[in-house]
């Protein structure tokens, strides 16, 4: 199994990396030996986190861009089919009930979170088809599986991440292609660490069976698995990592 997840001479690029999720899925990918290129709006940000890997694994490049636009993937087309692993973790929500959420809003998290991953996929499938291999992971999330308040846009957005992969796995298994997703559920971050010390923070960890928030290192052996060849006979596969959420009680 180790030798299967050594990524070693394999290229990934990861999407939404200037930070959180993204960022630590980079630092993984590039401890398990891949060439990563890491991606995202915010170009100073970004030159940190790859400063920050090429400090302690190695050589890590950064690139502006910005997923919602399509002459932006266009732009760097050549670094994503170079890709033999993209990882779509590149996503933005927009918080409000249904009645007040804004169409601007509902505008500009589809255009991040679906049409985005859809393109940079295409692009990618492109190059991973001539070679005749290559493994797709997108980052979805269980509130794509299962309903949640006052986050429409973002919770319509990752089911559509999970049928993307589920469409695109059909259609690309043929080319030697693996499409498969993550679904985290409540995961601790920096940014989220205050509201998780409030009452609501408390009373939602409570609802999880395992009575904890996850953390980035519990989905590290999933990233691994979807990405190397490890997972060589899965596709269309959602992995839910959420310490039981999806099983909790109605």
């Not at 030798?3 to 939404?16: D, E, P």
């Not at 309903?147 to 690309?172: F, M, N």
């Not at 030697?176 to 409030?198: K, S």
């Amino acid at each position: 199994m180790e030798n299967l997840l050594n990524l070693a001479g394999k290229n990934a690029f990861v999407t939404g990396a200037s930070s959180g999720l993204g960022a630590h899925f980079a630092k993984i990918l590039a401890r398990a030996g891949a060439n990563v290129v890491i991606a995202a709006r915010r170009r100073e940000s970004l030159d940190a986190v790859a400063a920050d890997i090429a400090a302690a694994v190695g050589a890590c490049r950064a690139i502006a861009l910005d997923i919602s636009s399509a002459d932006s993937i266009a732009a760097a087309a050549s670094e994503i089919e170079a890709a033999d692993i993209l990882v779509n973790n590149a996503g933005i929500a927009r918080d409000a009930p249904f009645l007040d959420h804004l169409e601007s809003d509902w505008d500009d998290v589809l255009a991040t979170n679906v049409k985005g991953m859809f393109l940079a996929t295409q692009v990618a499938a492109r190059g991973m088809k001539r070679r005749g291999s290559g493994s797709i992971v997108n980052i979805a999330s269980i509130t794509g599986l299962r309903q949640a308040g006052g986050i429409v846009s973002y919770a319509v957005s990752k089911a559509a991440v999970i049928q993307l992969t589920k469409v695109a796995a059909l259609e690309l298994a043929r080319f030697g292609i693996r499409v498969n997703a993550l679904a985290p559920g409540y995961i601790g971050t920096d940014l989220n660490a205050g509201f998780f010390e409030t009452d609501a923070g408390q009373a939602m960890i409570k609802r999880i069976p395992q009575r904890r928030l996850g953390s980035l290192a519990d989905l590290d052996a999933p990233l691994l698995l979807l990405a190397s060849d490890a997972a060589s006979y899965m596709t269309g596969s959602v992995i839910e990592v959420d310490g039981g959420h999806l099983l909790s009680s109605l």
